[in-house]
């Protein structure tokens, strides 16, 4: 799929989001431990005015693509949120995935889609046959794309951390198809943008990166623990 560019459209943050609270919001997804460099969440909104030469076409899919239009609060807000990922050595490259899949697993099929931001171009470049999971962009290492896949009905808790449920449970939980939707699923995966038909593979989270993120992890369990006496 090629979207070709035309006159860029820009709209306007929520009211909600304040002055420099995109940038503080974010600020984290910036570090690298071990060469992973954690995915960006941005409003949609926000994202749009960020990249503003994104032409009007593809600011229409991203928006089709991140369920925009369905995702409003009580005071007629649109939350929908993108996330994504720049390329490792070109900036101008961004990767994101289809998060209408959330809601309308039978009608859509993740699908990975790279922006060229200095072309104007939005490719389609993966569809996931599989619906048996949830797959989620979580960062980037060199040329891999780091995906958390999970069973369509998991709620693990809010403490839980897919970086250290992966290195302590480094390969795919064992069970039929149908224990997939029990949640019994639960990896990081990488598929190299150098060679995206080669599909999948388990990727292998480095100790770097799970002794930080297994100190965040303790924080958010003694912060509930005192949010919950």
Known sequence: MLINAKKPMVTQAPATIQSGQLQQENQADQMSIDGIVDA????????IKQYSTISSENIELIKESMHYDKLIDAFGRK???????????????LYFIDERFHFQQSLVRPTIYKLDLKNNKLNEIYTEKSTSYYPTLVGIK???LLFFKKGNDDSPGPCFNLWVDAYEHPLPHLGTLSDYYQGDLRTVQSISTNNIKAGFSNFIVPKEKYDAELALQKDCGKNFNKLNK
Request: charged share 25%.
């Open 40 to 47: 960006k969440s941005y409003y949609v909104d926000d994202f």
């Open 142 to 144: 060199n040329n891999q």
């Open 79 to 93: 939350y929908a949120r993108i996330t994504f990922v720049n390329d490792a050595y070109n900036k101008n490259i």
